[in-house]
């Protein structure tokens, strides 16, 4: 046999290899494979940092504290130093997940508990936490579009005394009531057309002032107690809030028969002998649009008229109707039947109650992003001589012609409805040789009033252990400094006002302000002129639900919807001046949970695994939160 070389040997051994991987195509991609993993294999300059987890544990402790005291800025900033320590830290996702949820980025929150489900699938808190972002989120997204919310309604009559907290010394003594208005300070307004005579009386204040005017038809406030005075005879005075005297304007080109506030400078007012509905300027009085109504069968009579933002609402008693007018296209774009309407008031939610000659008072939802009707129904049937309506908050108050009787209707939720509820400055307290947790709480919804009267129940889970808890509150809230105002660039300087030109400057600036005071804002008031996309409107509408802040709108322009409607929600309201703000709720917007501890019961060490849920139930509306605890560390 011939021997080989050693280059030949090489050559015949390369040869038979390539035979043996055309036989075995398997083999041939398993060695491929097996190959191209070697030559991507990180050299160990490109391999991941060692983790430092005494490092992000510092940072993760601190971001728990931030949170904790709802500085969300401080807590974001230090989770991402902890997990760029330690990127296995997966408490990161459902920590961060909490924080978001506080600072209105619900979808972004929603996105943060996912990431944290991803890795431990079998955690019990954060599913339900997930669960209720999404419910949150889509109730907003539905309630500020502007679509309807189905309520009920409990009407009762009052002690008019009482409830106005009039002195019961005074005799109102009138001759026939025309309109009845209040101001979102809790200022009231009533026209006694007949008795010739304006009664204003303000917040705080046991007796109402009278003033002499012919025939007042209506008082329109423009803040605090200030407002124009509209007669019967066409002539408009201007009130300073002094009750020193009134200011007559320009006269009206008919007589009015009602009318109401839709900006700063700008009023509707009907006219049922000029069977006509304009818009007026102020101060000048100068007429700036005629509103369009579309031919009736009985000649046009505009009894009344309220306005919700871009909408009005004009009663035409002699045919029936009620029109629903676009203030934005100046014309009638909805009108439905309700029997001989004599006034009208639109509810914060965008509910419009409506008096009845026959002596009720009916309520009709409508879905204002369509527009149309969903639902109307009678809410009051006993109602004699009723006349007038007017509210305070969310408190609808319908008055009789005479003055003496007073009916209270307000709304609540037809089926279950979600309330907004976060808790903070986690403490123990040792009370009769037992330990408690002591949670201060937030609580903000859309049914404040019938909230406020139904005992809160509260209970809370922790540890996968059941515990009893209570709720108690703090009582109503102080009246508060002026809100702060965010107004379009170019305007008047103030201590209190801030110029943004768009809904996400307004975000960055009120962060800002968020964490100069400490969490200690209250009220915030927002130019209706600013333009805001709806990201950015839930985003504001959630910071103020789950930090207590009420948002109201300034209305230098046709206030949106969405505006109105997240007003609605934190117990805001439209104002007309920058010198105002609203007044003290007369219910709380806090309050304190307490939750006694089990003798044997120690925290895990685990962020996940040491939430405790807060359950607190008011009537048919549910609030739930969730937070991190560890005793050893309170």
Known sequence: MKTLTAGQTERRDNQEMIRDLKRHPLLCLCIGCLL??????????AQMPAANREAAEKFFGRAYEQYCSRDYEGALFNLERAIEQNTFLVDYYLMKGLVLHRTGRFAEAARAVSHFLEVRPGDKAAPKILSRYMQELAFLDTFLSGRALLTRTSSHARDIN???????????????????????????????QLGNRLLIKGPGEKTFTGMEIESPVVFLFQGGNEGIVLSETGRVFRFDGSYEGLTELEKLPF???????????????????????????????????????????APFEPSSAAVFGEWAAVADRNNGLIFIISLNEKKAVLSFSADSPRDLAWSPLGELYIVHDTGSVSKTIPDLGKPEVVRSEVVLMQAPDAWSLFFQEDRAYCLDVGGFSLWELFSYPEGDSP?????????????????????????????????????????????????TASYSSSGPDAPSAPPEFF?????????????????????????????????????????ASIPFNDEDMLRLAGFCLQNSIRLSVYADAFPRTSLMRACALTG????????????????????MIRIPLPADETSSGF????????????????????????????
């Not at 191209?36 to 300059?45: E, N, V, W, Y």
């Not at 943004?500 to 100069?516: D, F, R």
């Not at 003290?584 to 917007?589: H, K």
């Open 162 to 192: 009482l409830t106005l907290d009039i002195s019961l010394l005074q005799n109102r003594g009138f001759k026939g009531l025309g309109k009845a208005r209040s101001s979102p300070t809790g200022a009231l307004a009533l026209a006694d």
């Open 419 to 467: 309330g907004f509820f976060s808790l903070d400055s986690p403490a123990i307290t040792r009370e009769a040789d037992r330990e408690s947790f002591l949670l201060k709480a937030a609580v903000t919804g859309p049914f404040q009033t019938y909230m406020s009267k139904n005992r809160a129940v509260a209970t809370a889970v922790w540890n996968d252990r059941t515990l």
């Open 572 to 591: 805001g309201s439209p104002l007309y001046s920058l010198r105002e703000g609203p007044a003290a709720p007369s219910f709380s917007r806090g309050g």
């Open 255 to 297: 007589s009015p028969s009602d009318g109401a506030m839709v900006k700063n400078n700008l009023f509707i007012a009907t006219s049922a002998s000029a069977r006509r509905a304009a818009l007026f300027s102020l101060p000048d009085m100068t007429l700036t649009a005629e509103i369009d109504f579309p031919d009736t069968q």
């Open 487 to 527: 107004i379009p660039p170019g305007n008047l300087k103030q201590e209190n006002l801030h110029e943004a030109a768009s809904g996400k400057e307004i975000l960055e600036i009120l962060e800002g302000l968020w964490k100069k005071r400490g969490g200690g804002l209250r009220d915030v008031a927002v130019s």
């Open 607 to 634: 962020p996940s695994r040491s939430v405790i849920t807060v359950y607190l139930d008011m009537g048919a509306v549910s609030l739930r939160d969730w937070m991190p605890l560890w005793p050893d560390l309170l």
């Open 36 to 45: 191209l993993f070697i030559s991507s294999s990180p050299c160990p300059a």
